[in-house]
């Protein structure tokens, strides 16, 4: 049961360190892009505050229209 219980730790670990790893990268995305610097405050806020949804929406919406 302990073994479990930590492998479970390690798995929360590793996701939470992807998860801080690809909002960084999103928002390092968010100033290389052509973006006002306005918009660009917004979108990283938004992904620093909401990670998850943050990054969700800047993949799905935010990189379609920097482009």
């Known amino acids: 049961?302990?073994?479990?219980?930590?492998?479970?730790?390690?798995?929360?670990i590793a996701a939470a360190v992807a998860l801080i790893a690809a909002n960084l990268?999103?928002?390092?995305?968010?100033?290389?892009?052509?973006?006002?610097v306005g918009a660009k405050a917004l979108w990283a806020i938004g992904i620093a505050v909401f990670p998850i949804l943050g990054l969700l929406f800047w993949l799905l919406v935010g990189l379609r229209r920097a482009r």
Not at 1 to 12: F, G, H, N, Q
């Open 1 to 12: 049961e302990r073994e479990v219980s930590d492998s479970m730790t390690y798995l929360a």
């Open 25 to 36: 990268l999103a928002i390092i995305s968010v100033f290389k892009s052509e973006r006002t």
